[in-house]
């Protein structure tokens, strides 16, 4: 008697795993905020600024007013 097999889902999960690895949600998430992070330093060095970094650097209160 022949043994069972799953058949074509093999058959996708090996093409599948022919690809290699594939960027998960978290690594997209980390390159986009890596992305955001270098335009917004790349924007503030063009007006003479920096960007906030400090949760306290970011509200009016770390600001002094």
């Known amino acids: 008697m022949p043994r069972p097999n799953a ?6 999960e090996r093409e599948d795993n022919k690809k290699g ?7 997209a998430f980390h390159q986009l905020v890596r992305h ?7 924007r503030a060095a063009l007006t003479g ?7 306290a650097e ?7 007013r």
């Open 21 to 27: 690895f594939e960027p998960d949600d978290l690594t």
């Open 7 to 12: 058949g074509i889902i093999d058959d996708i």
């Open 58 to 64: 970011m509200t009016l209160i770390g600001q002094g």
């Open 49 to 55: 600024r920096r960007a906030r970094r400090k949760l």
């Open 36 to 42: 955001l992070t270098a335009d917004g330093d790349r």
